[in-house]
Structures are given as structure tokens and as C-alpha cells.
């Protein structure tokens, strides 16, 4: 069985055993380790948290083949197997009895002066002040304007995001086959002097999300964070927030069920 496999762990004691752990049993059964990244891996195993499993996919630049994550930290939501299960998982591997879970991604396109710089999240982005100031911006819909949001910011969250950051501000845990963005208030002002909805909205995939800073309201520079990661901009001319073709794909094995894994992570 001639699969090329590349291995990435974080830093923990208990990832760096299991790393060694793992290549001395995919060693003996004949699968090629590669000592680093290849675009033409066949897997990627991701050693760690769900922060490893996104640190990962941003190094990489959103890897192509399958990937298989081991929890060794903390919450493991994209994790698929436990430490324990090494010889279970390189069993089913070998058997071919998985299937793949494609996620999918959102990106954001900001356009300044200067050109138009793209980001592309697996959990969301998120469009939010510099400062402590509130923001204003005007949003459209496929291109028709539908408010002036005034508050701490907008994140949209893809529908595997939905259970991160989008919930803790009360947004809506999405099943991953539903292809849409989320799009979810932070701390959303509703007062006389400004009007924002409250809850998030649902888009569909073929439409975006229009943003322009208002022109009215003295704005300082915005950021964009996309899975944790910030990209600082002095003078934005528009932001579009869209589906994106990028797919990200995990490994599932036969047990795995998007509600019973929401059930043991939340309740
Ligand atoms: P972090 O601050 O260590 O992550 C916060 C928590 O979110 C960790 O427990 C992490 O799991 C978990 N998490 C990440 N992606 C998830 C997902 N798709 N579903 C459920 N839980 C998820 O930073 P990080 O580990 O680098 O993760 C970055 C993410 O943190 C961002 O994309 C954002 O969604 C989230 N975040 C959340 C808040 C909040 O809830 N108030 C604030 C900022 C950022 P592990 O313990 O397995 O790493
Ligand atoms: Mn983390």
C-alpha cells in the first residue's frame, strides 16, 4: 500500500507521542511518510486541536486531499479520532471504509486603493473596528442595500464555523450539508439613533454580502479576521463576503454523525 502520508502535530507532549506513535505503526504496514509537506500527499494527518486543525489549513493554503485529525487538545470538533484509536484508524484506512465530509469555505474580498486583497475562511470572517469605537457600514444583499449596521462588527461563519465563535454570540448551529453563510451580529446597536437587526441572517450560496464603510461617520481603519488570523486595512473602498469554491475535505469513519458529535461537544 503505497499511500503518501504527511504528519502534523502541534506542540504538545501528548501530540509529539502520538506523532511518534503513529509513524512507527503506518511504517510497519508499508505507507510512505513524507518528511514534509507535498501537495500530492494522499493524506494529511493533523495532530492536536480544532486551532491546529485551522493552523494547518492556512499554512498549507487549504491542502487538496483528505485530512484526518487526531484530538489531543482541547474541544476537537474537526477531530475525528482520539490518540487511542491509531490502530482502528490505519485499519479503516486501509480498508478504504471512510468517507469524506466536504466543508465548505467563505471568502472575503477587500477592495482599497492599492488592489483587491482576498482571505478565505474555514469558520468565518469577521469585519469589525480597529478601535474600541463602533463601527457603521453599510450592507447589501445581492446587490441592494439593506441597512446600516451599527455595532462591535459582522461575522460570517461557514456552516462548520457555526459551532465556534458564531454560537458563543448566539448564532444558529448549521448541519455542514446545508450549502449557506451565516451572517451574525456582534453586539448589534438598536436604539433610535441606529438600526441594526439582531439576529443572523441566512444566504444562500449564490448570493454575497456587500460592505461599504459610511461615508457620514467619521471611521477609523477596519480588520478582517478570518479563523483568528487579522489583516489590518487603513481605508477600505468595499468588502464582498461570498461562498467560496474551496472545499475542505475530513475524513469521517463509519461512526461519525455531525448531531451526535454537536451533542457530546455541547450538551
Ligand atoms: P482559540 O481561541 O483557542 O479557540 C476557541 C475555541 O474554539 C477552542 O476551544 C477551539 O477548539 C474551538 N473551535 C475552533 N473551531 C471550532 C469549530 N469549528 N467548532 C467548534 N469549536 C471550534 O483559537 P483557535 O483554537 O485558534 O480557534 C480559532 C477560532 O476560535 C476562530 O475561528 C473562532 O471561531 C474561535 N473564537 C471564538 C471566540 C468565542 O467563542 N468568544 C472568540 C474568538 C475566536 P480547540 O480547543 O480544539 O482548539
Ligand atoms: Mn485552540
Request: with cysteine; hydrophobic share 40%; charged share 20%.
Amino acid at each position: 500500500m503505497n499511500r503518501k502520508i504527511f504528519i502534523y502535530a502541534n506542540d504538545s507532549e501528548m501530540s509529539r507521542k502520538t506523532e511518534k506513535n503513529l509513524k512507527q505503526k503506518l511504517d510497519s504496514s508499508g505507507f510512505t511518510l513524507l518528511p514534509s509537506y507535498r501537495a500530492d500527499a494522499d493524506l494529511l494527518v493533523c495532530i492536536g486541536g480544532d486551532g491546529t486543525f485551522l493552523e494547518v489549513i492556512h499554512r498549507f493554503d487549504f491542502p487538496p486531499m483528505p485530512i484526518i485529525g487526531i484530538n489531543t487538545g482541547h474541544l476537537g470538533f474537526f477531530q475525528e479520532i482520539m490518540p487511542s484509536m491509531l490502530d482502528d484508524f490505519i485499519f479503516n484506512y486501509s480498508q478504504g471504509r471512510y468517507s469524506i465530509q466536504q466543508l465548505s469555505t467563505v471568502k472575503i474580498a477587500v477592495k482599497t486603493k492599492e488592489g483587491i486583497s482576498q482571505h478565505v475562511g474555514l469558520n468565518e470572517v469577521i469585519i469589525k473596528g480597529q478601535s474600541t469605537c463602533s463601527v457603521h457600514l453599510n450592507i447589501s444583499i445581492g446587490g441592494s442595500f439593506i441597512e446600516r449596521f451599527s455595532g462591535d462588527g459582522l461575522l460570517i461563519a461557514t456552516p462548520a464555523g457555526s459551532t465556534a465563535y458564531n454560537y458563543s454570540l448566539g448564532g444558529s448551529i448549521v448541519d455542514p450539508r446545508l450549502n449557506i453563510l451565516q451572517v451574525t451580529p456582534i453586539a448589534p446597536m438598536n436604539t433610535t439613533a441606529y438600526r441594526s437587526f439582531t439576529s443572523s441572517i441566512l444566504l444562500p450560496s449564490d448570493l454575497s454580502l456587500g460592505v461599504v464603510t459610511d461615508a457620514g461617520s467619521k471611521q477609523e481603519g477596519l480588520s478582517v479576521v478570518y479563523d483568528g488570523y487579522t489583516a489590518d486595512y487603513a481605508e477600505i473602498e468595499e468588502i464582498e463576503v461570498s461562498f467560496s469554491d474551496t472545499l475542505v475535505n475530513l475524513m469521517r469513519f463509519e461512526n461519525y454523525d455531525f448531531w451526535t458529535k454537536v451533542k457530546s461537544k455541547f450538551l
